[in-house]
């Protein structure tokens, strides 16, 4: 059973920068395509950004476009969000999911996803 582990969250000030980690156990994440979402309070949950199992294709949501930056480690199983130039509206809990289907253009549907993390909290606020 594949499990993913969030770790990276925090608070940070406007202007700065996290880097997330998700650390999958369980099984390989080579053959899965990997996405990011977060939900704020009172927000519905959001795709952030996903990538396909060999890393080629990667997409983000408009709203980190230019700031995020997705990568995977498959030697070590674990996923990476960069987050720059972090803004308070990015304040939220940061998920990694994985999905069986493949790297898809729909990558931001949340039913494409069948392994979820527990969440990493990042808080943006000077």
């Known amino acids: 059973q594949l499990q993913l582990v969030e770790s990276g969250g925090g608070l940070v000030q406007p202007g700065g920068s996290l880097r997330l980690s998700c650390a999958a156990s369980g099984e390989t994440l080579d053959y899965y395509a990997v996405g990011w979402f977060r939900q704020a309070p009172g927000k519905e949950r959001e795709g952030v950004s996903c990538?396909?199992?060999?890393?080629?294709?990667?997409d983000y949501g408009d709203f980190v476009k230019g700031r995020f930056t997705i990568s995977r480690d498959n030697a070590k199983n674990t996923l990476y969000l960069q987050m720059n130039s972090l803004k308070p509206e990015d304040t939220a809990v940061y998920y990694c999911?994985?999905?069986?289907?493949?790297?898809?253009?729909?990558?931001?549907?949340?039913?494409?996803?069948?392994?979820w993390g527990q969440g990493t909290q990042v808080t943006v606020s000077s």
């Open positions: 999911a994985s999905t069986p289907v493949g790297y898809d253009n729909a990558w931001s549907r949340e039913s494409m996803y069948n392994h």
């Open positions: 990538i396909s199992g060999n890393g080629v294709d990667r």
